[in-house]
């Protein structure tokens, strides 16, 4: 490959200036003319309750009131705010039954925020205080808050299609037994010298992403339907709503605004029914709803809780013979995307190390908390926590070095990946491992944190993950770009991948501009119109760059082609002995034959007649490169992180002082970029290894949606970080690159937690890991 | 419910509005004047994305502030810390040491730090991480906030110039 | 569960110190006193419901906050926090206060509310007040008919239940002056480094010739309201502090306190670590602790 001019510069990212001087614009910014403000009531009482009785009558009265909405008075269609059936061929959405399960408004409550009815007003003010006059009485219903209580027998049960409130296991047609597996487990373990095993518990984190839920609806005087969005799924958003109000495409525009951060809490649809359906209600009026932090808290998804067990064999020589795990999720009142998770815990399972054998099953469970979904790393640092302890405790009883034992049994290049029969096709892990370790001191300081005696006692752990960019083969993947070269040599990219601050439409600008030979500033991102764009999944799966990237790079390709075709005809030569060097093409071996990019587009645009020879000057058509792009593979990232902590003895305090992340890139495209992912992904992985926890009482009453109760990791928490970036282009990957979204988060929560162990020589099985669980631990280890 | 007629000066410009008494400075700038740079993100003082410099340095929550109790005050919002079309040197920080990535909190954020650099031109990394508590992240791990503030610190004081 | 919009309330903006005190004497229960805000206004976007709120805001007269080595600490009804980190006389003389002050909420915070504030909030995890609980003072409540001084001793009297009646306003705090010997510190424990706490202890110990004087030991978070522990201050009183000593102190803490279970931690955790905290924070005010 040729020396990269824009990949791997640490360009200015396309959206800072705007975001500094405060002028970018969030859905709650925008103001349009006549706008209606929409406040949904939500039942704050009861986990699980019947509606009795709905009264809006008062609430009508009050002023500046337009109009109140019960169950009734909007679409009675059912619908799936997740957008994963969409995924999936007709086959798998067969398989996966009726998963139409939730209401605009409801008069079954199945969870702490559930909406009942909703006020539309001309202030926020008037709204808020006629909702306050809704009366609403309820039958309180029993509360099922896990698995093990939702699969009683006498359990009510959520869904009559979905018996023993199960709503999704692995399904037969794909897994035998319902399980994700290989090999024969229950005999492999006769071959085991070192048998571990444990129950585990991985707790409910939420995204916290900064800006809370806020739309805008618009049924417009085409009788359009408008929504201005921070989804990070325009495209599907679009075709959902479309579903939903019986309208088609044509008639449902996405305008999506700004991301204030999504971390999977904006993927499919949120509040995008409700609001819609306000605004049908209203004809001509745009509604603005927007959400408290509380009210994002619990009608977003979350990360999914549950019990996870696992067990692993060992020979003595440290081969791992078999693994066997289930978790049992609590998915929430609604079934969302309770295949996904499902499934994928046990894919980044699988796809770690070489067991000879493998068994995983995954169930998802309705209980009475809040939805569950999408969130960054989907189900791997559920994994992470579990596997990673699981595999430093068999390597204690081996005697073995944990990084050792890793580098020898970790899955690579030809293996099968985290999806079977998909092997993986790079992978630098081992270099991740050297260097994290090399960077950390790390056999120094195993060495020394060996029987400690003192009150701070402090360990040193590692942990390590694969993860995917895109989701293929398991969901669709597919993005579609137009790259419209404009008479001035510039060229505007119009796609639908959408931007949630961790820098994709910066890349993808890079990309392109790479793969023209252009410089940074000749290209333009235009997103945020579903009208004008082209189909795209949406931002998930660490895929933006990976996938949209190959979007990207195929239309510039196609652009350059047609370039190359226009100048061949006009200097009279083969394009094979063309070159491009500064916007000009040229002649191989010739001085002085070349014509302009420039030129080239602004004749394809503004084409004349030579009026003497009467023929046309120059080639006419703008040239527009077009890409609708299947991705071959999903370029698996590595990653390794080694963590350090120091853990008081007598409260339990842990200290994070340091952690080093080393992980497998592909290619940095803009390395800053790739830093604030695994720099962030750290902040929330330690989070869920140490304090972030939404609960419950045992009503099924929402304990902590609010900052003041559930606590992240801030400035002052955070560890040193070092960063490792290993380039080692994956061969489908745009210029190499693979997918960081997701990665940085996942192997702090392992590392973490084997750091501890390795610190005080329990290990703690249920995350967060507070200094209450610590304590007890070593209290019961004294006993 | 009293209404009150109350000035604020806003980065610079005099505006005169009323209020009502339950109006938050965080509203009534976003609301009543357009100020949509300073954001709500929790309603309860806790995460600072509403975050406001009074008098040019004093950092506050927009959200726990009422506006009727503002008058006469003169408030800087993100949107007023560049001149004359150049960004402030913490701005620009934020831009050069990749510090801004969903961009909700940045401006509260900005303006905290500039209130924090007024007060303590030199700050030790754990000064910063001090001055940052109360300005929730939940993208960079603060990591590179950290070392806009850092750099900040020495443009404005002239180092390397 | 918040409301974006706070309900009706009419906000009362008084210019002096007796129009403050009319408007409490004329509304009484149904009236709340803003000054730095920070904890009304977010229990006004909860449930609380009032419907008159008198700000402090153009009351002249109320910010002083003033040192003298014979006199002591004075504190306004309108100093902040902020006021407080920034003396190099709290830091000095009263380093549980100022210790308290530095990790009190967040910056911004810091510059709104106020330490009267965190006064009459009456919480049981109040950082300021429990290191002014330590320290000792009285404050000045002033209503229409005079000024009366109530020790912080007798000042908390359940969880958000004060002595102060719904007609005085309070005007300031006077903290005594320093001892000779005095030693005192502030340390809590938080789930994150910002969080309210969730349980926190300071001292304050008068030191003579390596022997305790007398001591004052305050904690919060382990009952209704921040408490004193009376059992450890008698055995502190006299004495020589040891590493026994302050093991047997350290096993007796628990005996004094009654936390309950809550969002931050459990009674059982706050009960282990309590008398952890107390032996900690004791050694911390002998080391860190001198008032000069």
């Given amino acids: 490959m040729t020396e990269l001019k824009v990949v791997g510069k640490r360009v200015e990212r396309v959206d800072v200036r705007a975001k500094v001087t405060g002028g970018a614009l969030y859905a709650a910014d925008v103001q349009l003319a006549g706008m209606l403000y929409g406040k949904i009531v939500r039942c704050y009482d009861y986990a699980h309750a019947r509606v009795t009785s709905l009264d809006l009558s008062e609430a009508a009265k009050c002023k500046g009131v337009i109009k109140v909405l019960g169950p009734k008075d909007v679409t009675q269609k059912e619908y799936n705010a997740s957008v994963l059936d969409m995924m999936v061929s007709a086959d798998m959405r067969g398989v996966l039954g009726d998963i139409d399960d939730q209401s605009i408004f409801t008069d079954h409550v199945k969870h702490y925020g559930d909406a009942i009815a909703a006020v539309i ?20 219903l029993p509360v099922y808050m896990t698995a093990e209580a939702a699969k009683q027998a006498d359990a009510l049960q959520f869904r009559p299609e979905k018996p023993g409130n199960l709503a999704f296991q692995l399904p037969e047609m794909a897994f035998p037994d319902n399980a994700y597996a290989w090999g024969e487990v229950d005999k492999s373990f006769d071959e085991a010298d070192i048998i571990v095993e444990d129950t585990f518990y991985v707790p409910k984190q939420k995204q916290c992403q900064m800006e809370p839920g806020s739309y805008i609806a618009l049924y417009d005087d085409q009788e359009r339907l408008n929504c201005w969005t921070s989804t990070q799924m325009p495209k599907l958003v679009q075709k959902k709503l479309a579903n939903l109000f019986e309208l088609p495409m044509t008639r449902v525009r996405i305008n999506a605004t700004v991301i204030g951060g999504g971390f999977g809490a904006r993927l499919g649809m949120v509040l995008e029914p409700e609001t819609c359906a306000l605004a049908m209600a209203v004809p001509g009026r745009p509604v603005k709803v927007l959400s408290t932090r509380e009210e994002d808290w619990v009608t977003s998804p979350s990360r999914h809780p549950g019990k996870y067990w696992m067990k692993m064999g060992f020979k003595k020589d440290g081969t791992p013979v078999a693994c066997d795990a289930k978790f049992e999720n609590y998915k929430g009142a609604y079934y969302v995307d309770a295949s996904g ?9 699988g796809g770690m190390y070489k067991f000879d054998s493998l068994r995983y099953r995954g169930e998802s469970y309705y209980t009475n908390q809040s939805i569950c979904g999408a969130f960054r790393g989907y189900g791997n640092p559920q994994t992470n926590f579990v596997m990673e302890q699981m595999i430093d405790r ?390 | ?76 919002t993100a949107a007023g810390l560049a001149q004359d079309g150049n960004l402030h040197p913490v701005q620009q920080a934020f831009i050069d040491n990749d ?41 960079t791990g603060y990591t590179k906030i950290v070392e806009a503030v850092q750099d900040a610190s020495n443009r404005m004081a002239g180092v390397g110039e | 569960m918040t409301s974006r919009v706070m309900r009706d309330f009419d906000l009362l903006l008084p210019e002096s110190v007796p129009e403050v005190l009319e408007l409490l004497a004329d509304h009484k229960d149904n009236c709340a006193i803003l000054s730095g805000g920070t904890d009304l206004l977010v229990a006004l976007k909860f449930d609380y419901a009032v419907d008159n709120v008198v700000s402090l805001a153009l009351v002249p007269g109320l910010d002083d906050l003033s040192f003298d080595p014979d006199q002591g600490l004075s504190i306004g009804a309108k100093v902040t926090i902020a006021d407080i980190v920034k003396s190099q006389d709290v830091k000095t003389y009263y380093p549980a206060l100022w210790q308290a002050a530095k990790v009190f909420a967040t910056p911004q915070l810091r510059n709104t509310a106020t330490v009267l504030g965190n006064i009459m909030r009456a919480s049981p995890a109040g950082d300021c007040s429990l290191a002014l609980y330590a320290l000792g003072g ?107 000593l302050l093991g047997e102190v350290s096993d007796m803490v628990a005996a004094e306190i009654t936390p309950i279970d809550d969002i931050r931690s459990s009674a059982d955790y706050r009960r282990k670590v309590a008398g952890i905290l107390v032996r900690r924070v004791i050694n911390l005010a002998l080391t860190e602790g001198n008032n000069q």
């Fill in chain 1, 394 to 783: 068999g390597c204690a009883e081996l005697g073995v070095d944990p990084i050792e034992w890793r580098k020898k049994w970790h899955k690579g290049v030809g293996d099968d990946g985290w999806c079977i029969g998909v092997p993986y096709n790079s992978c630098a892990l081992d270099e991740c491992l050297d260097r994290a370790a090399e960077a950390a001191n790390w056999t120094e300081k195993r060495e020394k944190y060996k029987n400690q005696t003192g009150t701070k006692r402090r360990g040193i752990g590692v942990a390590v993950m694969n993860h995917t960019s895109g989701a293929m083969p398991m969901l669709l993947e597919h993005t579609v770009c137009d790259a419209l070269l404009h008479q001035d040599a510039t060229v505007t990219l119009n796609l639908a991948c959408s931007d949630m601050g961790q820098g994709s439409h910066t890349t993808l600008r890079q990309v392109a501009a790479e793969t023209l030979d252009f410089a940074y500033e000749d290209i333009h991102i235009a997103t945020g119109n579903t009208d004008a764009a082209g189909f795209d999944i949406g931002a998930h799966a660490s895929r933006t760059l990976y996938v949209g990237g190959g979007a990207v790079k195929q239309a510039c390709e196609d652009v350059r082609r047609q370039l190359f075709e226009r100048a061949a005809l006009e200097l009279e030569e083969d394009v094979d002995n063309l070159y491009m060097e500064d916007k000009i093409i040229h002649v191989k071996g010739s001085s002085n034959k070349s014509i302009s990019v420039q030129t080239i587009a602004d004749q394809g645009v503004n084409n004349f007649m030579n009026p003497e020879t009467g023929e046309l000057i120059g080639q006419p058509g703008q040239i527009q490169g077009y890409a609708s792009f299947f991705p071959p593979h999903n370029a698996p990232p590595f990653g390794t992180t080694i963590a350090e902590v120091e853990v008081d003895m007598e409260t339990g305090e842990v200290k994070v002082l340091e952690l080093v992340n080393a992980h497998d890139v592909g290619r940095a495209i803009h390395p800053g970029v790739v830093e604030g992912q695994l720099d962030g992904g750290a902040q929330q992985g330690l989070g869920m290894a140490l304090t972030e926890e939404t609960y419950y009482d045992d009503k099924g009453i929402c304990q902590n949606n609010s900052f003041t109760d559930y606590k992240m990791f801030g400035p002052s928490d955070m560890p040193k970080m070092t960063n490792i970036l290993v380039e080692n282009p994956d061969p489908t990957g745009p210029f190499g690159a693979k997918g960081v979204g997701e990665a940085g988060l996942v192997p702090p929560v392992g590392a973490t937690a084997n750091a501890i162990f390795n610190a005080i020589g329990i290990q703690i099985l249920e995350a967060p890991i507070t200094p209450e669980k610590i304590l007890k631990a070593l209290e019961d280890a004294n006993d």
């Fill in chain 2, 99 to 139: 510090a801004i990535q969903c961009g909700y909190c940045t401006p509260g954020m900005v303006l905290k730090v500039v209130s924090l650099l007024d007060e303590n031109p030199t700050p030790t990394e754990n000064e910063i991480r001090s001055g940052l508590e109360g300005s929730i992240c939940r993208c």
């Fill in chain 2, 1 to 76: 419910m009293k209404k009150h007629a109350i000035t604020l000066t806003v980065n610079g410009e005099e505006r005169d509005l009323v209020v009502p008494s339950n109006r938050t400075l965080l509203d009534a700038l976003r609301e009543d004047l357009g100020y949509t740079d300073t954001k709500y993100g929790c309603g309860t003082g806790e995460c600072g994305a509403c975050t406001v410099l009074v008098d040019g340095t004093t950092s506050i929550n927009g959200c726990l502030t009422l506006a009727a109790t503002m008058d006469g005050a003169s408030i800087t």
């Fill in chain 1, 121 to 140: 007003a001309i202030s926020e003010e008037a709204a808020e205080r006629a909702a306050e006059k809704i009366k609403v009485t309820y039958e309180e």
């Fill in chain 1, 341 to 349: 998770t499902a499934f994928t815990t046990g894919a980044w399972l």
């Fill in chain 3, 138 to 244: 009285d404050l000045q409540l002033k209503n229409a008919s005079g000024v009366r001084d109530v020790s912080l001793d007798d000042f908390w009297l359940s969880y958000g239940v004060t002595a102060r009646q719904s007609d005085e306003l309070a005007i300031s705090l006077r903290v005594p002056p320093p001892t000779a010997g005095q030693k005192s510190a502030f340390q809590r424990m938080t789930r994150t480094t910002e969080d309210l706490s969730k349980i926190n202890a300071a001292v304050s110990l008068t030191m003579a010739d390596g022997v305790c004087q007398s001591a004052r030991v305050a904690m919060g978070c382990v009952g209704p309201t921040l408490i004193r522990l009376p059992k450890v201050e008698a055995m502190l009183g006299g004495a020589e502090i040891t590493e026994d």
